[in-house]
């Protein structure tokens, strides 16, 4: 079943204010929508969270709140795998009870240099090769982003090209 529809299928509402004349610039694009059985099923899912940050290395309330959805998700029953950057604060641990992996690399941001087009070449590899092993060996039904500032903005072509369900905070 081809879970891909035209943007103009989607029933869109109005507008704010109701008006519906920005949405036939929305023609001919489509969005990936996961498959209808990934929507209803009550069975637990397995949720690849993908994040620049996660506590206790943090900078503000939106990294807090990915943990908190997280921890929800995983008190829910879902299987939960945490791929974010190796940005940490000395002497901070986080002890939890699924698996976050602190591989990604962070360039021109949290103190991190800026790179040069060799090396942020390099860093692009390395975040994308994390990603797709993080997929291969954890196989996610579904892979929730949150901020990806700092690390592979490439990170989302690479889960578009292997066409997982992925959902953006």
């Not at 290395?57 to 990915?66: K, P």
């Amino acid at each position: 079943v081809n879970s891909e529809r035209k943007v103009h299928d989607l029933n869109l509402p109005p507008a704010i204010g109701g008006d519906r004349s920005i949405y036939p610039r929305l023609r001919g694009l489509t969005a990936a929508l996961p498959h209808p059985k990934l929507l209803s099923t009550k069975q637990p899912m397995r949720i690849l969270v993908l994040t620049n940050l996660y506590p206790p290395h943090y900078v503000g309330g939106y990294e807090l709140r990915c943990r908190d959805i997280t921890e929800s998700l995983k008190a829910r029953g879902h299987a939960v795998y945490v791929l974010t950057s190796d940005h940490t604060v000395a002497s901070l641990d986080s002890p939890v009870d699924y698996p976050v992996e602190r591989s990604l690399r962070v360039h021109g941001f949290f103190g991190h240099p800026w790179l040069g087009v060799r090396d942020l070449l390099a860093l692009e590899q390395h975040n994308n090769a994390r990603l797709v092993s993080a997929i291969k060996n954890f196989k996610p039904d579904l892979v929730h982003v949150w901020n990806l500032g700092g690390i592979s903005k490439s990170l989302a072509l690479t889960l578009q090209r292997l066409n997982i369900p992925t959902v953006f905070d």
